[in-house]
């Protein structure tokens, strides 16, 4: 159980454009999602916590205006990198949590190239 | 400030044992967990240590103890497939994992 999904896997896409990832549980209500970004060779950032049904709690540093992310539903959430410029590539990683607590269970990730 | 630190690199032979420390200082503590990521995917689950003491699961165990900030993973038996990078995250008080770098782990033959 506790399977989570992210499409596309890998996407490129030209600069200034807008490019949107999904995320969703397959077999358990997410009541909290959270969108990583990772850098070749760096550790995971948190960019923000998102639960359902209320607006996201983005990481200082994080412009929301620049990644939307939408918790619509306790199965699915949505980042939006707008205007994507080359420096947003990078690896995104979404996660979910269930209602018992503690895991966060991580979806395979999605690779943005941004040309 | 919350802080994770675990070395950047370790490297072990196939068929031995390597340990993989990691201290924190964090705002609260409800749970600290270890995750294994290899290059171009997601993280995936270790094992979650909330009591103090040593936690086995097959080739992996995890040491906790609370008072001194410290955690370690003990990888036995090692072999090549388990060249990674180790995360180690704590949750804290307002249950938030907070991330160390990864200790990336090479496995020599």
């Known amino acids: 159980g506790a399977v989570v999904s992210q499409h596309p896997s890998w996407v490129i896409c030209k600069s200034g454009t807008s490019v949107k990832i999904e995320c969703r549980s397959l077999?358990?209500?997410?009541?909290?999602m959270f969108w990583y970004r990772q850098f070749p060779k760096q550790s995971l950032m948190l960019m923000a916590t998102?639960?359902?049904?209320?607006?996201?709690?983005?990481e200082q540093g994080v412009e929301k205006d620049k990644f939307l992310i939408n918790h619509a539903s306790l199965t699915l959430s949505t980042l939006t990198v707008t205007s994507a410029h080359p420096e947003d590539s990078s690896f995104y990683i979404c996660?979910?949590?269930?209602?018992?607590?503690?895991?966060?269970?991580f979806g395979p990730g999605t690779r943005l190239t941004v040309t | 400030g919350q802080n994770i630190d675990q070395p950047t690199e370790m490297t072990a032979t196939e068929g031995a044992i390597v340990q993989i420390n990691c201290t924190y200082q964090?705002?609260?503590?409800?749970?600290l967990f270890w995750y294994q990521q290899h290059a171009g995917e997601a993280p995936t689950f270790l094992s979650y240590n909330v009591l103090d003491g040593l936690e086995e699961k097959g080739r992996f165990s995890s040491f906790l103890s609370r008072s001194k900030g410290y955690s370690y993973l003990l990888l036995k038996e090692l072999q090549m497939k388990d060249s990674a990078s180790y995360l180690c995250?704590?949750?804290?008080?307002?249950?938030?994992?907070?991330w160390g770098a990864g200790t990336k782990l090479i496995i020599k033959p």
């Open positions: 077999d358990f209500q997410a009541t909290t």
């Open positions: 998102s639960n359902e049904g209320s607006k996201a709690t983005y």
């Open positions: 964090t705002s609260g503590f409800n749970g």
């Open positions: 995250a704590v949750m804290d008080s307002n249950y938030q994992l907070i």
């Open positions: 996660s979910a949590g269930d209602l018992a607590g503690y895991e966060q269970y």
